[in-house]
């Protein structure tokens, strides 16, 4: 059964330690939760990596040290209780890592092991997807690192500003709904990606049913007549599977 409640989306942009980036680890034997997750986080501007076993966690960490860790406590091989023990007395940086377990388990035991082991925050599953990028940020906020901060995304001649919601094609401002607004920077957000419509609808409209995909392509109608009018079409129908922000394939 699918314990994530909404899905927001991304495409993580690669970055190092030290940068304005954070970078977050993303621990969990579930691909779904970790690809949903991975998105929200990529969508709020952190740099992401992923990890589906204890080990294979150990060894991400070993080769490049993350701002935080999100940490499932259910793994394969090692538990996540066991992995934040070996990261705890390991040597290095990797001690002061932040972790934030993600679990199933909501026994008060669990809760309280998690937090003698160092946990900084601890969410049981079922959650919000949303809920969970704003604890990221808090533990971050408490740890000294840099959250991501608004910019402005630019894709050919197309820009957003995140601050403003503002947006321009060819220096021409465009007026958008709220609804548009939100469809507009997911696809430049993963500009060059396809998007299938579960992974849309689930971002814009929080819908997890095929059924809805008549109000997608209602609302890609509305924007490409809005950001296509001017230059080459950038938003193109992949058959059968989505849309994807591009320039048009000679």
Excluded at 161 to 184: A, F, M
């Amino acid at each position: 059964m699918d314990q994530v409640r909404s899905a927001p989306q991304p495409s993580p942009q690669s970055a190092v330690p030290g940068t304005l980036t954070p970078r977050v680890l993303v621990v969990d034997d579930e691909d779904h939760i970790t690809e949903l997750v991975a998105m929200a986080l990529g969508y709020s501007g952190f740099a992401v990596d992923r990890a589906s076993s204890g080990r294979e966690a150990i060894d991400a960490i070993g080769d490049v040290v993350p701002d935080l860790v999100v940490l499932d406590v259910m793994l394969p091989d090692l538990d996540g209780f066991e992995v934040a023990r070996r990261l705890r007395n390991s040597q290095g940086a990797a001690r002061a890592v932040p972790i934030i377990f993600l679990t199933a388990r909501d026994a008060t035991a669990d809760k309280v092991e998690g937090l003698r082991l160092g946990s900084d925050d601890y969410v049981t599953k079922p959650f919000s997807v949303e809920e969970l990028v704003e604890r990221v940020r808090a533990v971050l906020r408490r740890s000294g690192a840099t959250t991501p901060t608004p910019r402005r995304l630019v894709f050919e001649d197309l820009e957003l500003d995140e601050d403003s919601r503002d947006v321009w094609r060819q220096g021409r401002l465009i007026e958008l709904t709220p609804t548009e607004y939100k469809l507009l920077h997911l696809l430049m957000r993963n500009a060059r990606r396809v998007l299938t419509r579960e992974q849309i609808l689930e971002e814009v409209w929080q819908y997890t049913f095929s059924s809805s995909t008549s109000v997608l392509d209602t609302y890609i109608s509305y924007l490409r007549a809005k950001v296509d009018g001017d230059g080459p079409p950038l938003i193109h129908t992949v058959r059968g599977v989505g849309y994807s922000l591009r320039l048009p394939r000679s």
